[in-house]
C-alpha cells in the first residue's frame, strides 16, 4: 500500500465521501479498520459500528486486467465494494463502469471512483447498497427480501414463459385463467421437466392444484417476467424467451441467465452472503443436522430484522420447521454449493460450503444481455 492510496483512503473516511458514494445511508461516520487476513488479496476493509455494513477497498492498479473479477469476489465477501482507480486510469473506470451496466450487475454494491495525487476525488458510479429487511408475510403472498422459490425447475420456468406467450392476446387474468390450468395439466401428463430433466408427474387434488399456483406465480413475477395482475409476459421476460428459442432450453447460456437473475436479481447472493455470515460468525454453533441449523439460521435473520414473522399456520401445523429451507436446494440445483457426499449439501457441525468461483462465471455470464 503506497502512501497515495493511504492518503486517499483516509481522506474518503474523513470527508464523507461514503455519503456520496452511496445512497441508502447503510454507513455512517463510525468506521473502523478490520481484518483481512482471510481475504489478503484486499488491504483495505472497514466496518461500519452502528449498521455492521462491512466495506472493501480496491485500488485498481494492484489487481491488473481483473479488476472486474475481483470487485465480484469483494462484494461475495463484504456489504460493499469501493474500487479507486488514479487519474491515469480514468478510461479503465469509465470502462468498468460500462461493463457492469452492460452484463446487468448494475444491482451489485460496487462503487467506482478515480483520485489524483492532490486527493480529488470523482466519483463515476454510486453503489446501492441492499435494503436487507423483511417485511411481514400475508396469507396470500410470501414475503422476504429475496425471491420466494420452491421446486419450479429451469424447464418448467421455460415452459410458463412460452404459455404465457401463447396468451399474449387474451385480456384480464391469464394466469388464472389459461396458463396455470394448462401447466398443471402438463404436469399431471408428465409433460414437464424436473432439475436433471425428468418428467415430473403429479396426482391430482385441489389442494396440489391451489398450492402449486402460488408457489410457481411468484417468483416469475419477483423476478420480473411476469406482469402481477395478469401474468401477461414483461420485456424481461420477453427477452428471457428470445434466449431460450435462439440456445435452446437444455443450455448453458440460459441455464447461467436464469441463475445470474437469482443471484442479483432475486438478491439471493445477498441471502448467501447472510448465511455465510452466520456460520462463520459463530462456527461453534452449527448443530450436526441441516433441519436444525436452518432453525437457527431463521431465528438469526430474524433478529436482523431481515425476515418477516412466519404464518401462523405454518408453525401451528409444523408442515415446515423452517423458512428458509428451500432455497439452498435451489442453490444446490444452480450448482454454487460444493456437495458434501452423494446429494448432499449440508456438512455436519460445518454447515455449507459455497462455490463461489461458480457464483463468479455466473456473475459473468453475459448471453441474455446480447439478446437484442
Known amino acids: 500500500m503506497t502512501g497515495d492510496e493511504r492518503k486517499i483512503v483516509d481522506y474518503i473516511l474523513e470527508n464523507g465521501m461514503l455519503v456520496q458514494i452511496e445512497t441508502t445511508g447503510a454507513y455512517s461516520s463510525f468506521l473502523k479498520r478490520i481484518a483481512t487476513w482471510q481475504n489478503a488479496w484486499i488491504k483495505y476493509a472497514y466496518q461500519d459500528n452502528d449498521t455492521q455494513k462491512t466495506l472493501a477497498i480496491l485500488f485498481a492498479e494492484d489487481y491488473e486486467n481483473s479488476t472486474l473479477d475481483y470487485s465480484l469476489r469483494a462484494v461475495q465477501n463484504y456489504s460493499g465494494c469501493l474500487v479507486c482507480f488514479d487519474l491515469n486510469g480514468l478510461g479503465e473506470a469509465s470502462d468498468l463502469v460500462v461493463e457492469l451496466k452492460n452484463k446487468n450487475l448494475d444491482a451489485l454494491p460496487i462503487s467506482v471512483a478515480v483520485y489524483d495525487s492532490e486527493c480529488n476525488i470523482s466519483v463515476l458510479r454510486k453503489m446501492q447498497l441492499p435494503n436487507n429487511v423483511g417485511e411481514a408475510r400475508s396469507s396470500s403472498e410470501q414475503k422476504s427480501y429475496w425471491c420466494w422459490w420452491r421446486d419450479g425447475s429451469h424447464f418448467e420456468v421455460a415452459s410458463l414463459l412460452k404459455l404465457s406467450s401463447s396468451f399474449d392476446a387474451e385480456d384480464g387474468d391469464i394466469y388464472t385463467k389459461y396458463v396455470y390450468p394448462h401447466f398443471f395439466e402438463m404436469m399431471i401428463n408428465g409433460e414437464t421437466r424436473k432439475w436433471d430433466g425428468k418428467p415430473r408427474v403429479k396426482k391430482y387434488s385441489q389442494s396440489s392444484f391451489k398450492a402449486e399456483k402460488q408457489n410457481y406465480k411468484i417468483p416469475m413475477c419477483q423476478l420480473g417476467f411476469w406482469d402481477a395482475d395478469t401474468g401477461h409476459l414483461t420485456s424481461k421476460g420477453r427477452k428471457l424467451l428470445k434466449l431460450i428459442e435462439h440456445y435452446g432450453v437444455d443450455s448453458k447460456e440460459y441455464f447461467d441467465a436464469l ?29 450436526e443436522t441441516s433441519a436444525e441449523f436452518f432453525i437457527l439460521f431463521d431465528e438469526y435473520m430474524m433478529s436482523k430484522n431481515s425476515m418477516g414473522t412466519r404464518k401462523p399456520t405454518a408453525v401451528t401445523t409444523g408442515a415446515k420447521k423452517a423458512y428458509i429451507r428451500d432455497e439452498p436446494k435451489l442453490w444446490n440445483k444452480l450448482g454454487i454449493v460444493i456437495p458434501y457426499g452423494a446429494a448432499r449439501y449440508f456438512q455436519p457441525f460445518k454447515g455449507i460450503d459455497f462455490n463461489w468461483k461458480r457464483i463468479n462465471e455466473i456473475l459473468l455470464s453475459d448471453a441474455f444481455e446480447e439478446i437484442k
Open 259 to 287: 441463475a445470474k437473475m437469482i443471484l442479483v436479481d432475486g438478491k439471493h447472493l445477498d441471502l448467501i452472503k447472510d448465511l455465510d455470515e452466520f456460520q462463520k460468525g459463530c462456527p461453534e454453533l452449527i448443530p
